[in-house]
């Protein structure tokens, strides 16, 4: 009884080693954790900063003003540098200085409550450097003041224009008033020679020291409508109309005699992303972090070999309320010819399976959304990608070269592994150098398919050869193990 099982127990063994010779090795690829994160080549409104278990993770990035064509003055202050990127002003007199404590970015000015803090001078194009209708506008920015206190002006802009015969003088200053901020238009609105002498416009909420705030305040030429906004928050509204109210004859914003623009006279403490805007457009609430979102995308990932199968993906990440982050991968074997779209990314969740990625190269994208009001922000601190690489076939353990005249016969044992699609000859006239191309069939390495002896012909006599070779899988013929042991010969004419 026990005869008739051992021939099946021997059956048993060899198929398990023939499966375990083309089972695939599990290998991981890391990114971020305790690597970092220097493997990124796509950083689009994301940016790196303290996540969970204190790893570098990327985070959305704030959502800093852009340069459009409605821009009349942006100053963010980043890179420590106080210049208004749209080029339509340029610097007076500076006596800010840069602070890494910022609310957006990672540069805010701070000014010292010095008699001048700030002050642009305005080319012909730009709204304060030019005379007559200014259209509509919106001026914004932050503020994180240290005391707010009375007198404290953070906006100024001072001038003079005729009406008439008669010379008026101008201003628009934004200031502290009993812990509130106030809005004054002096001699800024009118239609023909109607002027609108004063129009103060004074925040209701109070203003928290030491907290920052983001204060907008817009007017529209069509209605005459201004609004000032601490946070998104309505604090006031006025018509600059000849009735004072949305009905009536509109009051336009007319500038006199060009003059620069101040900010931070005597104010003590931070200001940062100074914009101004040709719009009348105000925003409900100010986001920390774009609607749209933020994506990063790895450089292509080398696996051990081609074939290589991605079957997972887990991620340490963190979603706050109303916030998420979706993961993406791809693969291929030659990532020169990939482009945005192929091949084709395939959403991913982590701690399931994945199907139907392979190659030599792997790619991963994770796209972040901010929560509805845009004021959270996901983080992703480390992601570890698994995949399953195919195992090169063993080398023949052993191989004979025979030379005769002109040739050399080779022969080798099979390889242990089940898996052999084919063997591959490298021969050269140097050892471990397999260079070589005088065989009439053909350059090394070749090619001679599932066979265990091979000719090759067309050599010189008198020279010696060097041999080795090589298995590759039959599942794909890239996927080649390691060398043979070396061996040599030197095709002779024999004397017959």
Known sequence: MLKKHIPFFAVVCLLVCAAQSVVAQTKTIT????????????????EFGTGR????????????HRVTSETDLLISFEDGNIVDVTGNYSVAVNNLDISNKTIMGSSAGLSRGKEMGLRLHGSKNSIF????????????FWLCPSIAESGEQFF???????????????????????????????????AGNKVESEVIITSTDSIIPRKWAHHQITYDDESG???YRIDGKIQAVRYVTSTKRESGEVYN????VPADIEFCTKYSGLIDEICISRTARSSTLHDFYARKGGRFESQPLASSGFNSALTGLEAIYSTPRETDVAFYVRGGDNFYEWTDEYPEWVPVVPGTQIRGVSGRYFQLAAELYPDGNGGETPSVSEVVLTYNETTPPLPPATIKATAGNGVVDLYWTSSVDFSVGGYIIYYGEHPGEYLGSVAVEGASPIDVGDTLSYRLTGLKNGNIYYFAVAAYSSLDKRIVGVLSKEVYARPLRKVK
């Open 31 to 46: 990114l971020g954790g305790k690597n970092g994160w220097s493997n990124l080549s796509v950083m689009d409104s994301v």
């Open 53 to 64: 278990f204190g790893y570098e993770s990327v985070l959305l990035s704030n959502d800093e």
């Open 129 to 140: 450097g030019g005379a007559g209708l200014t259209g509509s506008f919106v001026i914004e």
């Open 156 to 190: 100024n802009w001072r001038s003079s224009r005729n009406v008439g015969d008669s010379p008026l003088y101008q201003d628009i200053r934004a200031s502290f008033f009993n812990n509130h901020v106030e809005w004054v238009f002096n001699n800024i609105f009118g």
């Open 225 to 227: 409508l201004i609004e």
């Open 253 to 256: 914003a007319r500038l006199g």
